[in-house]
């Protein structure tokens, strides 16, 4: 288990976590190399090339701004929307940004160089950083790619965690069948399995409070979200429904409607999604464009399961820390044996993946054995294979924002589904992660993240 659960779950802006929060850790990257390179003073200028799916839908995605963000040398995690904007602002009114924050270049975001025909070989989301003196000679070339999730790697690197030089993991797995029979020969739990890795990292009250955090930023940016009225940016005309809907709700009777908690699960995910697709504060969860379904599902088991939702204050933190070790833990699976990214392998990568990791954090807090909780897990991501990323306009808007909602939905279902068998089942988590692998691969280019196919050119734009 290389990848950290906080690797998983991180805190950036909207819209899409390979197309904004990547793209801006990438070029916050090249401004600290261009300064330990000893040559920020000698840099004139640096020219921006964008590749493959970044290219296609970078406009939508808001890769543009983000890449001139992050040349200020600002992490995704380290800024508020509100000083994003106001840097935005600043950059496009003067036309200079100050490159690793202290050395003032001229820089247009309209003059970053679009190639969404050229797909370079490592991934899609490929983009190329060169530093140039003041006669246009090259001081530093970077390629990087943005491999989803937020993750970036560096052209000529090898893909490593952040985390690479940790100690040894006590219970080191990289499957499903691994995982259950370290569950089985301890006699733990999945969340306690990942505790004790993540304790190489961090230690208990970090990973405790540094998880509790994550749950604050989820609910903030719901609460943010449902005071919010008008239309998304982005042309699509798309109105914001999430505070209209919780106004409605908050004056129904519970008892009036069986379907009265799915209608607050749909309301959550909508709610963080409209944010997202704002630019807003979000969690990657494990994208920005699945960053819905986990903080839905955690709220209809901290809300709607009794023994959560009546129990005292510290009880109910365990049971949210417990949620996102083991949602964590599944999603581990899915970034190293599959792809989080929508560019390589489809939505199937990313709200897939969400809901079978919300559905292994359901399980868990709902007292699931190890068995059940993989099954969970299975479920949820077998019934979104094929998923395809197609979204009208590259916004992430149409049809991303209601498609977090329907999942976060199957994963509730997926984990009671689970609780109800004894754990034995056909289809194995490891089998269902090969399938989404191996059908992203046969999947048409069209349909992964590129808006050039299914709804993305059917749908009239006006």
Known sequence: MPVSVFDLFSIGVGPSSSHTVGPMRAAARFSEAVHAAGILGKTASVRVDLYGSLAATGLGHGTLTA???????????????AVLEESLERI???????????HPIPFAVDEI????LTVLKRHTNGMKFSALDSVGTALLDQTYYSIGGGFIILDGEEEAAPNSNQAPLPFPYTSGHELLNLCASTGVGISDIMLDNELTIRTEHEIRSGLLKIRDVMEDCIRRSVAREGILPGGLNVRRRAKTWFDRLSQEDPDFDPFFAPDWVNLMAMAVNEENASGGRVVTAPTNGAAGIIPAVLHYATTYVPRIATASEEDKNDAVVRFLLTAGAI?????ERASISGAEVGCQGEVGSAASMAAAG????LGGTPEQIENAAEIAMEHNLGLTCDPIGGLV?????????????KAINAARMALR????????????????????LDMSEKYKETATGGLAVNVPLC
Not at 92 to 102: D, E, I, R, V
């Open 67 to 81: 890449v001139a963000i992050g040349l200020e040398g600002v992490h995704p995690e380290d800024i508020e929307p």
């Open 92 to 102: 496009s009114t003067s036309g200079m940004l100050g490159l690793a924050g202290k």
């Open 331 to 335: 999603g581990v699976l899915y970034k």
């Open 421 to 440: 068998g004894d754990g034995k089942h056909h289809v194995t988590l490891d089998q269902v992660i090969e399938t989404m692998r191996q059908t992203g």
């Open 397 to 409: 808007q149409v049809p991303c924002i209601e498609r977090n909602a329907i999942a976060a939905n």
């Open 113 to 116: 160089v679009l190639r969404p």
């Open 362 to 365: 359901l399980a868990e807090v």
